[in-house]
């Protein structure tokens, strides 16, 4: 097996700079029930391949509740016993009234309380010097707006309440300024964050509400971590195809993960490729769990066959977490296929 790359081949890759290597992360992606079901078997298969980028999430606010001992830290403001939930998980709807705003902002958790950046420097303790570092968090924007304010009702704000929505958008710039801030002081090269901006067939909002609303918040959290040195990746499911020129406006470096069946690989790569990176996802919806090892081995060659370029700009990882009922067998070709095959050595 390759030896881990290092910092400045990842570096290289990213910002397509000769960087004919091909980095690896997120690609050991436990979907949920996946642990629980091969145990130290999965580890033993995991173990064997390279972890280009060492990846680190901090522990973000709690929702409803607190994720650490302060009770303000989290995105809510008050009891939510009983009240309305929505989206994955039965979440609540953090701010059911605009009315309410100023008493979310009033109880705005702590980028800076103690304890939430505990994870990141015990970690870090392990982590090689030249190993490349991304800074991880869920929910930029558009998922955090809906975690606040429920999907139905962020579908209306688009029309009835952008005001208020511009209102949060700065403050939650405000918290991740902090964030970014925390992870450079700690040495990172880069910020690894998520808004599902996409459905199956299209993005979730008109072109027209993400260039007035998002692409001025986009502009200044992608300007502001590229003034501290490092770079941005995005996680992004669905079909984004129609916003990918204004995340290249927002400067953009990598986007997540060209999702299988929504996103056409060879029509991105075509169409964007000399303008932004990809940390590409292998499918975890129907490759990984239907087809056998050499369906596998086959499917995830051909993905890095369309977007392998000699000068770089492409990352593997899976597109999402791998699920329970996908063989062992599998998950093992795929992460040899992603770390070993690089058509600029294989041809």
């Known amino acids: 097996m390759r030896k881990e790359l290092t910092k400045q081949d990842v570096i290289a890759a990213i910002e397509r700079k000769g960087g004919s290597k091909i980095p690896v992360v997120f690609h050991k992606w436990w979907g949920n029930g996946l642990e629980d079901k091969y145990g130290k078997e999965l580890y033993d298969v995991a173990n064997k391949y390279p972890d280009d980028i060492f990846a680190v999430f901090y522990i973000e606010p709690g929702e409803a509740e607190s994720s650490l001992a302060n009770p303000s830290y989290r995105w809510g403001y008050k009891d939510y016993t009983n ?4 989206s994955i998980g039965n979440m609540h709807e953090l701010l ?17 309380e103690p304890g939430n950046f505990d994870n990141v420097y015990a970690q870090l303790k392990n ?10 968090f869920w929910r ?24 208020g929505l511009r209102v949060l958008g700065e403050r939650l710039l405000e918290y991740y300024k902090v964030i970014v801030d925390r992870f450079a002081e700690a040495g990172f090269d880069g910020i690894f964050t998520s808004d599902d901006l996409g459905h199956q067939s299209g993005p979730m909002m008109s072109p027209a509400v993400f260039e007035e609303l998002y692409l001025p918040l986009y502009k200044e959290f992608i300007g502001y971590v590229h003034s501290k040195g490092m770079h941005v990746f995005l996680h992004s499911c669905g079909d984004n195809t129609k916003l990918m020129p204004y995340l290249i406006e927002a400067g953009l470096d990598v986007f997540h993960p060209i999702q299988a069946g929504c ?13 932004i990176s990809f940390l590409a996802g ?15 081995v086959k499917g995830v060659e051909n993905m890095i066959d369309i977007l392998y370029k000699p000068e770089g700009g492409l990352l593997l990882a899976c597109g999402n977490g791998i699920m329970p009922d996908t063989p062992l067998e599998n998950i093992d070709a795929m992460l040899n296929t992603v770390s070993t095959y690089n058509p600029g050595e294989n041809k």
């Open 83 to 86: 009240t309305q939930t929505h």
């Open 282 to 296: 292998v499918d975890v919806q129907h490759l990984l769990p239907d087809e056998d090892v050499n369906g596998v």
């Open 263 to 275: 996103m056409d690989t060879a029509e991105t790569v075509k169409n964007f490729g000399d303008k």
């Open 127 to 136: 982590c090689p010097e030249d190993k490349y570092k991304l800074g991880c």
């Open 140 to 163: 930029l924007f558009h998922e955090r707006f809906w975690c606040i304010r429920g999907m139905e009702n962020l579908m209306m704000d688009y029309y009835d309440n952008m005001d």
């Open 96 to 112: 059911p009234e605009w009315d309410e705003l100023d008493d979310l902002l009033a109880d705005f958790p702590n980028p800076n």
